[in-house]
């Protein structure tokens, strides 16, 4: 994925998921100052095997999705704002368009709508589970 900026050594910042990519695994991080999100790998950071049970993890077993970056629910692809979504929530992945270029979503409040794929993160083994909106 393209660069989005750097963390320095020693900054904190708060970790809201974490992606098991091959044998690799990414963290979704939010910069709490400037609420910037974006995915570091892990040999970047230092955490203790404590903490890292207790990150939300993105599987294939199930559809969803972590917002890496927030924006608008839209009552269509395009249409009308009908809500937001924040950097680190958890989404069901209820539709996509054929294109896999908005998706339709549940929000943890129940409220749904759809979302520009370009503010997803999405397991790829997930991403085929996801049925084509008619």
Do not use: H
Not at 55 to 73: K, L
């Amino acid at each position: 994925a393209n660069v989005l900026g750097n963390v320095g050594a020693g900054n904190v910042s708060n970790i809201v998921a974490k992606l098991p990519v091959g044998n690799e695994v990414w963290y979704l991080l939010v910069v709490p100052s400037t609420g910037a999100a974006g995915w570091v790998n892990s040999s970047a950071i230092d955490l203790p095997a404590s903490d890292i049970s207790k990150i939300t993890s993105v599987s294939g077993d199930a559809p969803y999705a972590v917002v890496s970056n927030g924006g608008n629910v839209r009552a269509a692809p395009g249409g009308t704002v009908v809500t937001q979504v924040d950097a680190g929530m958890n989404v069901k992945l209820v539709s996509r368009l054929a294109d896999s270029s908005w998706f339709q979503v549940e929000a943890a409040n129940g409220q749904t709508g759809w979302v520009i794929s370009s503010l997803l993160t999405i397991n790829p083994d997930v991403l085929a589970t996801v049925p084509v909106a008619p």
